[in-house]
């Protein structure tokens, strides 16, 4: 290969390589423990095919995970209407019903119907503090709608493994 060759091949590597960012996950908001540990989460009704997901990743940690349904079941047993299940009630109801922690999820979904922006909330039953909050975004590369791009872009699947995994690792 010549040298102006190996020089063009160079620049369009370093070219591609800059114009593409993988998924990434920040934590927003950490909050040292305080009260008993978490053992237990509920997965706020609301957080969608998102919540799902992530109810499903965090079931191979060590967690007992109440998914949306059973979340529902509780603060109805306790007389807590769904949308107040992040209220002060309605967090003393989730404690009192054997829940440590309820996660909260919001998805913004993208042009792929792939998850653009997540954002995830864990709060404590027992003191109300939110232990830690995480925003996930979805990676992009090219132009809009390229191969790159959609190389890029990760599903939901991904996304949730990503964010339970981070919150396993913050909850300890």
């Known amino acids: 290969m010549n040298r102006s060759t190996s020089i063009i091949l160079m620049a369009t590597l370093i070219l591609t390589a800059t114009g593409c960012a993988g998924a990434r996950l920040t934590e927003m908001i950490h909050t040292p423990p305080s009260g008993p540990p978490v053992g237990s989460v509920a997965i706020d009704p609301q957080g969608?095919?998102?919540g799902e997901e992530i109810a499903l990743h965090l079931r191979n940690g060590?967690?007992?995970v109440?998914?949306?349904d059973q979340t529902?079941?509780?603060a109805r047993r306790l007389g807590i209407d769904d949308y107040q299940i992040n209220s002060p009630e309605g967090l003393e109801?989730?404690?009192n019903g054997g829940?440590?922690?309820l996660l909260i999820v919001k998805t913004m979904i993208g042009w792929d119907g792939k998850p653009q922006i997540v954002t995830a909330r864990l709060i404590n039953t027992h003191t109300s503090e939110v232990i830690t909050g995480l925003s996930w975004e979805n990676?992009?590369?090219?132009?809009f709608g390229s191969v790159a791009d959609r190389t890029m872009r990760k599903g939901a699947s991904e996304a949730a493994r990503q964010i339970s995994a981070s919150l396993l690792y913050r909850i300890g």
């Open 48 to 50: 969608g095919i998102m």
């Open 93 to 95: 109801g989730l404690r």
């Open 66 to 68: 109440f998914d949306p």
């Open 72 to 74: 529902i079941q509780i």
């Open 62 to 64: 060590r967690l007992r």
């Open 99 to 101: 829940v440590d922690a």
């Open 139 to 143: 990676g992009w590369g090219g132009d």
